[in-house]
């Protein structure tokens, strides 16, 4: 077995205020959290619109930490090299976003960014295979991307496995999307996750006014999700 990799906490923007980003992102920041998750969606890809590569330019000078940009968007291949401009330093595209996702990896590559692959709940583990060299990380979608606050698909737990029996040594991270809690966060932690998205139960009860219910949020997650670390 491989030494684990720490848990790292990636509140989604999407439960924030968006009309107030910047003080959402260095609340969240001050709170713990290990990455800001950005979700683009293209109401195309996915039934819900939300931004761009200008909004994202914008809220990454107020990034301290890691800017992981997951794209819901198909075409792909046109808006890389925006998003990478912008800031992003992962980029995630999905598998089903269109037939050429070895191109889409090659392309994030050559940006210098990291390059992420997600995988919709209906896609197995075994369509990462002849893609593995070209991930830094690989996103279990644990709902069908396009809305927070969502319930957590509890078959994906078996993909997680999988994936981190074919990914071996390879220094690729496996990030859980979608219904994490300190209730299921346990549950992909132990099958071999060490990124957790999420969204409404960080921001659940807290504000920019009051940030410490995010902090709170954080470590109950973090604490669950470690103490369940094969
Ligand atoms: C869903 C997004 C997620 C979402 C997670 O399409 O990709 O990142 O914000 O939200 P929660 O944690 O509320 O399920
Ligand atoms: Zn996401």
């Not at 077995?1 to 439960?15: C, D, G, N, V």
């Not at 590569?53 to 914008?58: G, I």
């Amino acid at each position: 077995m491989t030494l684990a990799r720490a848990i790292k906490i990636a509140p989604s923007i999407l439960s924030a205020d968006f009309a107030d980003f910047g003080r959402e992102i260095h609340a969240i920041e001050a709170q713990g959290a290990d990455w800001v998750h950005v979700d683009v969606m293209d109401g195309h890809f996915v039934p819900n619109l939300t931004f761009g590569p200008p909004l994202v330019k914008a809220i990454r000078r107020h990034v301290t930490t890691v800017m992981d940009v997951h794209l819901m968007i198909a075409p792909v291949d046109p808006y890389i090299d925006a998003f990478a401009e912008a800031g992003a330093d992962v980029i995630t595209a999905h598998l089903e976003a269109g037939p050429h996702i070895h191109r889409t990896l090659q392309a994030i590559r050559a940006t210098g960014k990291k390059a992420g692959l997600a995988l919709n709940p209906g896609t197995p583990a075994e369509a990462v295979a002849p893609l593995l060299d070209l991930c830094d990380l690989i996103c279990v979608m644990t709902v069908n991307p396009g809305f927070g606050g969502q319930k957590f698909i509890h078959s994906q737990i078996d993909k997680v496995h999988s994936l981190r029996g074919m990914i071996g040594d390879r220094p690729i991270h496996v990030e859980i999307d979608g219904g994490i809690t300190p209730e299921t966060a346990p549950l992909v932690t132990a099958a071999g996750a060490d990124v957790l998205v999420a969204g409404s139960a960080v921001f659940s009860g807290g504000s920019v006014a009051n940030p410490a219910p995010y902090g709170a949020n954080i470590r109950a997650i973090r604490a669950a999700a470690e103490a369940a670390r094969r």
